[in-house]
């Protein structure tokens, strides 16, 4: 008879829990990406317009739930009117979830402006940064929830690796334009060192140069619903790649 | 607030699982020999302030991993995907508080470690120093030529160094812990001077040098003064 109560307990507890549900994950570059980065977010007048954002994603997990093996890509600059792109949905137990991901390639084409001046870019970064412990905010309870992979691209041009308040600026990347065709290359980027700039320190990392810089920054670029927060991990590794 | 929050973090950990706090004195020191740069500069450090703050000491994560760095995330609002939030280990002691230290032997004030095996430290840069995060003064000597200097290096307030090495089994009796600054790197050739040449920088050749914010020695120095390779945590 007590075992019976006890089962019959066991089964009202887990009647109780969170239900079975659906995981939807997406990417999103928020409307930095597919709209702009505007002058008033940078602090030396410039803007950016994306044309290309092609985020590389794979091992997409929730908990112990492969989501989406991968790798595949996502530009993220085409419309979605505040949805993302669809990354992959999963059957999962009800609770709540962190997920985790591994963004291993990033491709970034566009232009900036600045009154009369304008530059353009199309860069490529071969990163393996892993990001985890991203913490979903919607909780599945036999409903479709979302968590979404949100990748903040003012990152790219955060003019410092440990400050704790970073400028969004282009100043630097511009003047990079060392043969002054108008497109800022990699070669360029790497071409300007940092040792004398009083912005764009490093702290103990190690870059020095340009490049180097906006490369580390990739690897800052993973959150999760917006403004959550995820691990980076790997980060040495992906700076290893990046050279 | 910080200290606070310490204790919340300290009081999860004690409830999951009994871990021993100790308070340990923190002094600051640094070695006196004189120290020869990448251009062969001899440098003798004769003074040095530095204003800092916060120092933290990180275990590697393994007792307290998760439930430290989730506390510590809700209480600080750590964020490990934006610059100045490097996840480098599990903060399990700190010294809260501004210092500004001559790294001469003074303390700096009392902290408090849980119990473990400790293999980093950080610390935050203030501006302490009438707005200025460090002044140093010396003397740099090259083939006979001696150039005085008085530098004054400015770092964004706030800017976190991490993981300054600290490796030593923090247990009772606590022991007393040494905050260094080392002006020649104990693991590479690069010295905090590196990339200074002083002749060029005495344009009047009055054998002095004064070195400001918003000039490329200044730029150099600060960049320098930000590379853990130039502090470490020591027992005695």
């Not at chain 2, 003798?44 to 995330?73: K, P, Y």
């Not at chain 2, 599990?90 to 849980?114: K, M, Q, S, W």
């Not at chain 2, 002044?135 to 083939?143: F, K, Q, V």
Request: contains cysteine; charged residues 20%.
């Amino acid at each position: 008879m007590k075992e019976k109560t006890l089962a019959l307990s066991l089964l009202l507890l887990a009647a109780c829990g969170p239900r079975h549900g659906t995981l939807r994950i997406t990417a999103y570059g928020e409307e930095f990406v597919e709209e702009g980065i505007p002058a008033e977010v940078f602090a030396d007048g410039w803007s950016i317009h994306f044309t290309r954002f092609a985020a590389s994603l794979a091992d997409v997990s929730a908990g112990s739930h492969l989501a989406f093996a991968g790798p595949g890509t996502f530009d993220l600059v085409m419309p979605s009117a505040g949805a993302g792109q669809l990354v992959a949905e999963v059957g999962v137990p009800g609770g709540s979830y962190e997920l985790a991901w591994r963004l291993v390639h990033l491709e970034v084409e566009g232009s900036a402006q600045k009154g009369s001046l304008s530059k353009t870019f199309h860069w490529a970064f071969p990163r393996a940064t892993r990001f985890a412990g991203c913490a979903a905010a919607e909780p599945v309870d036999g409903n479709v929830a979302t968590a979404q992979l949100t990748l903040h691209a003012d990152h790219l041009f955060y003019d410092d690796l440990i400050s704790e308040d970073p400028r969004v600026a282009f100043d630097l990347v511009a003047q990079a334009d060392a043969d002054d065709d108008g497109e800022v290359t990699e070669a360029e980027l790497r071409a300007l060192p940092l040792a004398t700039q009083a912005r764009y320190q490093v702290g103990s990392t190690g870059v020095d140069n340009l490049w180097d810089f906006i490369a580390w920054q990739v690897s800052t670029v993973g959150h999760i619903d917006g403004e959550g927060h995820c691990e980076t991990v790997d980060r040495d590794q992906a700076k290893a790649l990046s050279r | 607030m910080r200290s606070s929050l310490f204790a919340v973090l300290l009081a999860a950990c004690q409830h999951s699982q009994p871990a021993p706090e100790v308070q340990a004195p923190v002094v600051s020191d640094r070695p006196r020999a004189p120290i020869t740069t990448d251009l062969g500069w001899q440098i003798d450090l004769t003074r040095v302030r530095l204003s800092l703050g916060e120092l933290q000491f990180t275990i590697a994560g393994e007792m307290h991993a998760s439930l430290g760095a989730r506390l510590l995330a809700l209480v600080e609002g750590t964020a490990y995907a934006h610059p100045g939030h490097y996840a480098g280990g599990e903060v399990t002691g700190e010294l809260p508080g501004d210092h500004v230290t001559a790294f001469d032997g003074e303390p700096l004030g009392v902290a408090r470690l849980i119990v473990g095996r400790y293999r980093g430290a950080n610390f935050r840069f203030r501006r302490g120093l009438d707005g200025h995060t460090a002044e140093l003064d010396g003397t740099a000597t090259r083939t006979g030529r001696t150039i005085t200097f008085h530098a004054l290096v400015d770092i964004d307030d706030g800017a976190q160094l991490v993981g300054a090495p600290f490796d030593a089994e923090i247990d009772e009796p606590p022991p007393t812990l040494v905050l260094r600054l080392l002006a020649q790197s104990p693991t590479s050739p690069n010295t905090l001077f590196d990339k200074l040449d002083f002749a060029a920088l005495d344009t009047d050749v009055d054998g002095h040098i004064e070195i400001r914010p918003g000039e490329d020695a200044h730029n150099l120095l600060r960049r320098s003064l930000q590379v853990h390779d130039h502090y470490e945590v020591t027992t005695e």
